[in-house]
């Protein structure tokens, strides 16, 4: 009996195929605001097949992680523009953006934005409108002191705004001592 367990074992070990972190159309981005001069960042996640469709206009197939490194600047134009950022109505502009292949096949997407000073703060997750509605992210925004907010964005409701302070906090949380 235990000889047959241990069979099993080893052939759903060895036999099985790649784990992946993130289910397709299943996504999470985590959005923190630095503390003084510091700008935000959107750290985004999701599956190589969702950021092939995410990324790239009815690719015949999903992109494959041996292609991955050709493609790279197009994932990087892509993270770019994953989001629509608003501060108080104005526009951030992406200042840097880097994009990685995790060992799990994973795309991860770093975009820094300026520092929010105005509020409301107001994310529109524009790369949802190539995914099918079961897509969805989970967005989790935070201050350098504060939670902001969290939502699960869909096809159907990409926006999500939060008020802030001009710290870029949550409202009713003191300002920074000055030292």
């Known amino acids: 009996m235990r000889a047959g367990s241990a069979l099993l074992a080893a052939v759903a070990l ?63 134009t892509c993270a770019r523009a994953t989001y629509d950022l608003r501060a108080g109505g104005a526009r951030l502009r992406p200042l840097a953006a880097r994009v990685a292949l995790t060992v799990e096949e994973d795309v991860e997407m770093w975009v820094t934005f300026p520092r929010p000073a105005r509020s409301p703060l107001r994310f529109e997750a524009v790369g949802l409108r190539k995914l099918p509605p079961r897509a969805g992210v989970v967005l989790t925004v935070t201050g350098a002191r504060t939670f902001l907010g969290q939502k699960v964005l869909r096809p159907d409701d990409a926006a999500f705004e939060i008020p802030i302070t001009g710290d870029a906090e949550a409202i009713g949380t003191p300002p920074r001592p000055r030292r």
């Open 14 to 76: 060895f036999c099985g195929g790649r784990a992946q972190a993130h289910d397709p159309f299943e996504i999470t981005t985590d959005a923190h605001v630095a503390a003084d001069r510091g700008g935000l960042t959107l750290h985004t996640t999701m599956s190589l097949r969702t950021a092939s469709r995410a990324c790239f206009d009815a690719p015949a197939a999903p992109v494959t992680a041996a292609e991955f490194a050709v493609l790279l600047p197009r994932f990087e």
